[in-house]
Each structure stands twice: as C-alpha cells, then as structure tokens.
C-alpha cells in the first residue's frame, strides 16, 4: 500500500518550454500532496504544497507563476515547469500524505522527476 | 526557525556491525519523527516513524526517541552493503499549515563496508 507514482521519470526539454509532471497516489487519497526539488547531492527542499481544490501554498523564494501546481482531485496533483531554463534541471520529487493518515504526518514519495533543460 | 540536525557523514561501518545515525531538532511541540532512506538518484524511502519516548524496532531498524533531549536516532543492526544510502531525519512541522508537513535534516551518508 501507500504507491504514489510520478510521470515522466525522466524529460529533457529546450529552454523555453514548459514541463508538466504529474504526481499520483495509487492505492489512496491524499489530503495533501508535496512537491520537492532536490539539485545534485543536496538536501530536499520544499517548494510547495497542495491541497486538493484549493491554492497550492509556496515556500518563500519559489515563484508560484513559474511553477503552477494543480491538485485537481485526491490522486492527482500536477506540477507544471513554465518557461524552462537550464537552471531549472533538477529532480523533482512528490509526495502524498494519506487521507487515512489523520493525525500523523506521514509523507510517501513519487520515485520523482529528473529534468534536463538544455 | 525550525531546524533539524544532522551529521552529513559520511558514516563508515564494516558489514555486520551497528550504524548509529542521530538527529536532533529545535522545536519541542513537535510531535512525529521519521527516518527515511534514500539512496544515489532515487526518492527517499520511509523506514521508520516514531511517536513516543523510547525505542521502536522493526526488524533490524530500531528508532529512538528522547524529546526532553529533542533527540531522536536511528540504529542498524547486522549492516549490510545494501543499507549503504543516505538517511534522512523528519520532523512535524507543529505550524505548517496542513497536516504532513515535516521539515527534513540534511542527510547522513551511511556507507557499509564490506
């Protein structure tokens, strides 16, 4: 139990496109869902996160026009890279907090997203 | 600010021997402790999670909790060349503003000789 998928796993795209990955929880719904970045042997940073039909909440520095999250439905939360440039290549990483988890903080990871823009 | 600590290793141990990762975070009110694993190029992995004071065993994993100390640490028995990955300390954060949301350390790199 507990499986959040995350598509693509991988995508190279020019600079100057945008980049759609979608996050699901497989075997559950989620009240919440997380989106991290994670650059090269650093540690995760949150960059925001949803609840299902509301505005996604941005950590500070993150600019919200730059990186749309929808969170359409209790499965489905989609992150959408605007604009692309090279130092946007990273790994991006989702993560789901159970609807049945009320009560603990319990976060499952998408196997995440690595992005290459050229 | 909100903090949680850890030593960023690397931590090396010959197989079969116990690895001791520790964790220490600021805020008292917090309330959920997780150890996570991630290893080279993947998404992390959760291991343990721990609530009470004490210790909490899962097969060869035993989680530690002290919160008078904000301490909270993982230990692996019979480590093994497999259990080489970085290990991630998690913490509830008592004022995000939705239920799950934790603040992570920044990993300590395991390695396990063989």
């Known amino acids: 139990g507990a499986v959040v998928s995350q598509h693509p796993s991988r995508v190279i795209c020019k600079s100057g496109t945008s980049v759609k990955i979608e996050c699901r929880s497989l075997?559950?719904?989620?009240?919440?869902m997380f989106w991290y970045r994670q650059f090269p042997k650093q540690s995760l940073m949150l960059m925001a996160t949803?609840?299902?039909?509301?505005?996604?909440?941005?950590e500070q520095g993150v600019e919200k026009d730059k990186f749309l999250i929808n969170h359409a439905s209790l499965t489905l939360s989609t992150l959408t890279v605007t604009s692309a440039h090279p130092e946007d290549s990273s790994f991006y990483i989702c993560?789901?907090?159970?609807?049945?988890?009320?009560?603990?903080?319990?976060?499952?990871f998408g196997p995440g997203t690595r992005l290459t823009v050229l | 600010q909100k903090e949680v600590e850890q030593n960023s290793g690397p931590l090396s141990v010959p197989e079969g021997a116990i690895a001791s990762l520790n964790c220490t975070y600021s805020d008292r009110v917090s309330q959920s402790f997780f150890w996570y694993r991630q290893y080279s190029g993947k998404s992390p992995e959760l291991i343990m999670s721990?609530?009470?004071?004490g210790d909490k065993e899962d097969g060869r994993f035993t989680a530690q909790l002290n919160k008078a100390s904000q301490y909270v640490s993982l230990l692996i028995r019979d480590s093994q060349p497999s259990d080489s990955a970085t290990y991630l300390c998690?913490?509830?954060?008592?004022?995000?503003?939705?239920?799950?949301?934790?603040?992570f350390g920044k990993g300590t790199k395991l390695s396990v000789k063989p």
């Open positions: 998690a913490v509830n954060d008592p004022y995000g503003g939705s239920q799950g949301n934790l603040i």
């Open positions: 993560s789901a907090h159970p609807r049945t988890a009320l009560g603990t903080d319990t976060q499952y």
């Open positions: 949803s609840n299902e039909g509301s505005k996604a909440t941005y």
């Open positions: 721990i609530y009470s004071n």
């Open positions: 075997d559950f719904q989620a009240t919440t």
